[in-house]
């Protein structure tokens, strides 16, 4: 940390635009605490304020923009990609879909503020077909709060209370530190989430098995509208069926049958 500390404020303007850069095409980085050290380091007077806000932004814009012509292009494959790498695998394309669903306008324009799904939601947009002027118009304004913001975080407590420097690197770590804290607490969130859910799946052969002996079951695809986009197959005398609605339909299906759930 203290090498990454002293390489940001050797090399800010270098740094700076490739941890953006970097952090948007999906590499494991933190962007938001060495935004926040950048906006320290400015207020400190070692470098520019709005040098950094425009590098740091016009990095975030073309990682962006790299995963919605890939999302326009290759569609449900990149979504697949992107959550292997993303720190909520499992939930990360449904939640971004239904984030989008809500309102693409605003998902978009505060996507960055979204933790697991962020870098999702630039290929989704791409998937779901918006247009290209609309897409880069808000996605602009949007990555240009996030910078401004958290940069502002880091600038604003070092120029109105006279701290020296060296706040930089208080503000950095306890950023880390806190995001860190945060990764720990999904990872044991998820571990716990996947025991509980191998308890009671079955395989797509035990499936076939069942239907192929003649066994009456019921089926409900729980994929999100935006999955059919890229595959629209769907398993015969599957109900849809969206996971949110499932409390207030679920009286509704048969209670003598086995009911098998199946999504993305």
């Given at each position: 940390?203290?090498?990454?500390?002293?390489?940001?404020?050797?090399?800010?303007?270098?740094?700076?635009?490739?941890?953006?850069?970097?952090?948007?095409?999906?590499?494991?980085?933190?962007?938001?605490?060495?935004?926040v050290?950048?906006?320290?380091?400015?207020?400190?007077?070692?470098?520019?304020?709005?040098?950094?806000?425009?590098?740091?932004?016009?990095?975030?814009?073309?990682?962006d923009?790299?995963?919605?012509?890939?999302?326009?292009?290759?569609?449900?494959?990149?979504?697949?990609?992107?959550?292997?790498?993303?720190?909520?695998?499992?939930?990360?394309?449904r939640?971004?879909?239904?984030?989008?669903e809500?309102?693409?306008?605003?998902?978009?324009?505060?996507?960055?503020?979204?933790?697991?799904?962020s870098?999702?939601?630039?290929?989704?947009?791409?998937?779901?077909?918006?247009?290209?002027?609309?897409?880069?118009?808000?996605?602009?304004?949007?990555s240009?709060?996030?910078?401004?913001?958290?940069?502002?975080?880091?600038?604003?407590?070092?120029?109105?209370?006279?701290?020296?420097?060296?706040?930089?690197?208080?503000?950095?770590?306890?950023?880390?530190?806190?995001?860190?804290?945060?990764?720990?607490?999904?990872y044991?969130?998820?571990?716990?989430?996947?025991?509980?859910?191998?308890?009671?799946?079955?395989?797509?052969?035990?499936?076939?098995?069942?239907?192929?002996?003649g066994?009456?079951?019921?089926?409900?695809?729980?994929?999100?509208?935006?999955?059919?986009?890229?595959?629209?197959?769907?398993?015969?005398?599957?109900?849809?069926?969206?996971?949110?609605?499932?409390?207030?339909?679920?009286?509704?299906?048969?209670?003598?049958?086995?009911?098998?759930?199946?999504?993305?």
């Amino acid at each position: 940390m203290k090498t990454f500390l002293h390489a940001l404020t050797g090399h800010p303007y270098l740094i700076l635009p490739l941890c953006a850069l970097l952090e948007r095409l999906g590499l494991p980085l933190f962007l938001s605490p060495v935004l926040v050290g950048a906006g320290a380091l400015a207020g400190a007077g070692q470098m520019r304020f709005d040098l950094g806000f425009w590098v740091a932004l016009v990095a975030c814009v073309v990682g962006d923009a790299v995963w919605y012509e890939l999302g326009r292009r290759k569609g449900d494959r990149v979504l697949g990609l992107l959550c292997r790498i993303s720190f909520e695998p499992d939930t990360c394309v449904r939640k971004s879909k239904m984030f989008f669903e809500k309102s693409s306008s605003r998902t978009l324009f505060f996507s960055k503020w979204l933790p697991g799904v962020s870098h999702v939601i630039p290929a989704v947009a791409g998937l779901s077909g918006i247009r290209p002027q609309q897409f880069f118009a808000i996605n602009f304004a949007g990555s240009a709060l996030f910078v401004l913001a958290l940069m502002l975080a880091g600038y604003v407590p070092v120029t109105r209370l006279h701290l020296v420097p060296a706040v930089g690197s208080i503000i950095f770590e306890g950023s880390l530190l806190v995001l860190a804290a945060n990764i720990v607490v999904k990872y044991f969130q998820r571990q716990r989430f996947l025991r509980e859910l191998y308890k009671s799946r079955i395989a797509p052969e035990d499936l076939k098995a069942m239907l192929d002996s003649g066994r009456s079951v019921v089926i409900v695809d729980l994929r999100h509208p935006l999955d059919s986009v890229a595959d629209p197959r769907v398993l015969p005398g599957a109900v849809r069926m969206l996971p949110e609605d499932i409390a207030e339909k679920a009286p509704g299906l048969p209670k003598d049958v086995d009911i098998i759930l199946y999504c993305t």
